[in-house]
């Protein structure tokens, strides 16, 4: 039987409705179209702490605090695919995510490459492509292929919620530029099972 790809998906957000979430559900359906499995976790109101630089790991294996990150390092070393998603918080990736990001990818020594991944990040103005080239350096410091598209997924909220989403039914819709780029991303995250990755 064929192996299902699974893609673990981490929101920054303290949102649970949020654009970032919103981002998710529309990746979501094309993953649900492709039989792909996903679990995505909402991090942004979890009391995660950065790396000291202790160094435990090296010898454990294991982060030494005790929060989700070693949850996280169990199902991150289960997926194929990796997608990260931030809000925009003073132009950078918000602050909880990037102290998961730093202790699960520093914590991990199980080999990450050609394992695929994809960030997503919001923002009410600014900042978008320095929050998602904070995301993109998990992946090009890993041996993760990164998913590519035309255009970064990177949106505005306003055209998300309150605008664009009530009227939004189909996908790749008039009207929905930014968001249209994230279903590229999880049919790349799609072709990339398809080819064997
Ligand atoms: C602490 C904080 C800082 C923010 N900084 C920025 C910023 O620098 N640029 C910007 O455009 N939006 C900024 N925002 C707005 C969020 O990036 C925006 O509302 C985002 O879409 C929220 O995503 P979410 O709904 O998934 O949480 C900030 C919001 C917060 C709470």
Known sequence: MEKKLKVLMLNGSTRENGNIALAFREMQRVFDESGVE?????LGRQAIRGCVACET????????FSDIVNDLAVRFEASDGLVIGSPVYY???NGTLMSALQRLFYSTSFDKSMKVGASVVSARRS???AAFDELNKFFTLSDIVICSASVPPVFLPRRLT???RPKYNGRRKKGFPFAAEVFDYADHICAARRAGL
């Open 38 to 42: 996903y679990e995505s976790i909402l």
């Open 91 to 93: 132009g950078s990736a």
């Open 127 to 129: 900042g978008c492509t």
């Open 57 to 64: 790991c090296r010898k454990t294996g294991r982060c030494v």
């Open 162 to 164: 309150d605008t664009v």
